[in-house]
Structures are given as structure tokens and as C-alpha cells.
């Protein structure tokens, strides 16, 4: 079992930076991710990481302004979030997955947290 608490986020002006972190118990040996959800819209993959941190994913949308890293010893995740725009602004959530494979889709994931709010105003 793992259990995962997000935490990190908050409200910053277009062009500004954040930093989310997901801090993790259980088994270490899962591959991580960070999902969005803006208002009204569907949840959608961000980035996500080996649990060895060698194998990195990008959105698209974020590739080059986001960078997801992880610390083993400290069982936390990170997303470094810069050059913010406003249609970066949603509910963040890291998600564990108990799978060999570095996946994108929503379903593939085992467990989530409850997210954290980052909001980037115009």
C-alpha cells in the first residue's frame, strides 16, 4: 500500500515558479506522476518518473517549464513548475504506480493523493 499527500501549491502571477512535493509511505518501488484538473475539465497527465528517477514524461503543454524529480531516501516527489501560465491552474495530484512501465493514462495508476490547488493569474 502507499499513501501520498501533495503539498506546495498556491496562487502566483503568470510567469512565476512553484514548487509541489508528494511525500509517500509504503512500498518504494512505484513509478510516480502529477495529474492536473482545471475547472471543468478532464484530468490530465503533467509528467512522470521511474522509481530509480532515470526515465522522465512530459506533457507536451509543460515540456521545458516543468521538471519532475524524485528523492528516494526522503520518499518525496517533486514538480517544479516554472514560467506559470494561467491554463497551468488546476488541482495537482501525484499518483503511484505499481507498475515496471512509465505510464500516462489516469487508469494506470494505483494510488492518489488528494491534491493541492495551484492557481496562476493573468
Known amino acids: 500500500q502507499v499513501q501520498l499527500v501533495e503539498s506546495g501549491g498556491g496562487s502566483v502571477q503568470a510567469g512565476g515558479s512553484l514548487r509541489l512535493s508528494c511525500a509517500a509511505s509504503g512500498r518504494t518501488t512505484y513509478n510516480m506522476g502529477w495529474f492536473r484538473q482545471a475547472p471543468g475539465k478532464e484530468r490530465e497527465f503533467v509528467a512522470a518518473?521511474?522509481?530509480?528517477?532515470?526515465?522522465?514524461s512530459y506533457a507536451d503543454s509543460v515540456k521545458g517549464r516543468f521538471t519532475i524529480s524524485r528523492d528516494n531516501a526522503k520518499n518525496t516527489v517533486y514538480l517544479q513548475m516554472n514560467s506559470l501560465k494561467p491554463e497551468d491552474t488546476g488541482v495537482y495530484y501525484c499518483?503511484?504506480?505499481?507498475?515496471?512501465?512509465?505510464?500516462?493514462?489516469?487508469?494506470?495508476?494505483?494510488?492518489w493523493g488528494q491534491g493541492t490547488q495551484v492557481t496562476v493569474s493573468s
Open positions: 499518483a503511484a504506480d505499481l507498475s515496471r512501465l512509465l505510464r500516462r493514462s489516469t487508469g494506470a495508476y494505483d494510488y
Open positions: 518518473i521511474t522509481w530509480g528517477g532515470g526515465i522522465t
